[in-house]
């Protein structure tokens, strides 16, 4: 109880919780597009370096290896593991049943960024090398959706999806900054240390009221979440959040990372994954992957998620 009240207490979360006041009041309060993508690039940046650094003080290990591993093994399996549910208990078909279980095998660089700031402040500091696996889950989960989705035309993968899906801007972003922290190492990254180390609190404020905003309105404008699908969406989250923090123990993770794959496990996609399904699956529902993973499981993960993956974390641990 004094994780979830620390959690909720935060003040990214709040502000959060904010956004989302704001949109159900019908307020015209908004970011700015161009601002919205400037901060995702700054907090996608600054996670990618400090992790780097934080590697290249540590040095490339078992641990990374085995996280890695256990991170692309996760991203694939998810989506074969919700599609049942999905299409039994959800009532989807064939193609939304695919799109929206790619979604739930890939993951939110805003909820992991949320979740590393949350627990540090607190001393549950997540390793470094953690980042490099959250760049490594988003892509799996896409081809195992298309694999469920079984497109008509039998051509699951095409040439201009890999692209997409290997070359996207978050993956580039991350792992090249990834990369970089870890050339220029601690010494390297103290004159550029005021940008992305001071800042980083308050710019995540000011994205996550964006967040709030979007998740809320799309909330309230589709038709398409039924009670079914919304229980679903915070199902998932939990059990996909338990499978991830009970894998990293079992491989020998400290409870801080562990917890930190359970989130990743956790998450689901609203910015690569929507656009891979939009070149590969333009049949699917849009409104209702994205009500799904950004208007329900990315607001519990925010506010219930963070506090009781980590609580699950460190019983899994204790007992290990």
Do not use: W
């Amino acid at each position: 109880m004094d994780q979830l009240t620390a959690t909720l207490l935060s003040a990214p979360v709040l502000f959060f919780i904010l956004g989302g006041l704001a949109a159900a009041a019908r307020s015209d309060l908004s970011v700015p597009e161009t601002l919205a993508k400037g901060m995702s690039l700054y907090l996608m940046a600054a996670i990618g370096l400090k992790g780097g650094v934080e590697v290249a003080k540590a040095g490339i290990g078992t641990d990374l290896l085995g996280a890695l591993a256990a991170g692309l093994a996760l991203s694939a399996a998810i989506p074969f593991l919700v599609a049942p549910a999905l299409s039994r208990f959800g009532g989807l078909d064939r193609i939304n049943t695919g799109a929206v279980a790619a979604h739930y095998g890939s993951v939110s660089v805003v909820t992991f960024v949320t979740a590393s700031q949350i627990y540090g402040s607190s001393g549950f500091a997540i390793a470094g090398f953690m980042v490099a696996v959250l760049a490594m889950m988003e892509t799996p989960a896409i081809l195992s959706g298309l694999l469920i989705a079984r497109r008509e035309s039998g051509k699951l993968i095409s040439r201009e999806l890999l692209r997409e899906v290997l070359f996207n801007g978050s993956v580039v972003l991350l792992l090249g900054s990834f990369a970089i922290g870890m050339v220029i190492g601690e010494d390297g990254f103290e004159p550029i240390s005021p940008l992305f180390r001071a800042g980083f609190t308050g710019v995540l404020c000011l994205f996550l009221l964006d967040m709030g905003l979007i998740a809320m309105r799309r909330i309230l404008e589709t038709r398409a979440l039924t009670l079914r699908l919304a229980a679903l969406g915070i199902l998932f989250p939990v059990v996909n959040g338990t499978l991830g923090v009970l894998t990293g123990t079992l491989i020998g993770l400290d409870a801080p990372s562990a917890a930190a794959l359970g989130i990743l496990a956790a998450s689901a996609s609203y910015i690569a994954v929507p656009a891979a399904m939009r070149m590969s699956l333009p049949q699917a529902d849009a409104g209702l992957y994205l009500a799904m993973s950004l208007g329900v499981t990315f607001p519990f993960n925010i506010v219930f998620g963070i506090p009781l993956l980590r609580g699950i974390a460190e019983f899994a641990g204790a007992l290990l």
